[in-house]
């Protein structure tokens, strides 16, 4: 018997990265998965659904064909540039904001309305960008630090009602971020991790699915994971 066996898991950003390797585990453990993200051909979930959480009509498209569940995965999320802030551009930030913050707001608000059901489960992925600022990421660090605002806010929000919370902030993990942040140069994306022994996919997974298989009472409110080669947002330590 799975540990999350007759319930219904909707993991978004569930195409690749943390977001693939979190609906992997859900399913493993025997939950219904229905991942959702723009690249849907890409989705290897039992219900695999097109979703642009930048887009308020696909987030509620997506919602209502999902149905009733009993976790969310706001996985969906990226980076764009390494810049300071004046060479920044307009464009960037708002992919980033509408990405990071007001598709994940936007797809917590639709599902606690439509289709959450108690005892349910809100996971939120956050960042130790979150926690720690770090030079020329500002979008990005912005977009975390908003996200762990939003998460607290949540928590009391929901205070009284069987719905648990819980934001994971990982640090360094290999995935497709850094290749996406850097618009597609392989030579970038992989100077990110050179010396270092990253975070994995599964890693974090591994966090979100321990989260959501505590007994009801107990809320895991708060993952900080990092690789033993790093101890905060901008110090890491490459190895020779």
Known sequence: MGRLDGKTAIVTGASSGIGAATARMLAAEGARVVGGARRVARLETQVAL?????????????????????????????????????????????????????????????????????????????SIAGRWAYPNGSSYVTSKFAVRGFTRALREDLLGRDIRVTTVDAGLVETEFSKVRFKGDEAQAKAVYEGTRPLTADDVA???????????HVVVDEVVVMSIDQSSGARINRRT
């Open 206 to 216: 591994d966090c979100i699915l321990f989260a959501v298989t505590r007994p009801l």
């Open 50 to 126: 097109e979703l642009d959480v930048r887009d308020p009509e696909s987030c509620e498209r997506f919602v209502d064909a999902a149905g009733p569940a009993d976790v969310l995965v706001n996985a969906a999320g990226l980076a764009l540039g390494r810049y300071p802030v004046d060479q920044s551009t307009e464009e960037d930030e708002r992919t980033v904001f509408e990405t990071n913050v007001n598709g994940l707001v936007r797809m917590t608000r639709l599902v606690l309305q439509r289709s959450l059901r108690e005892p349910g489960h809100i996971v939120n992925m956050g």
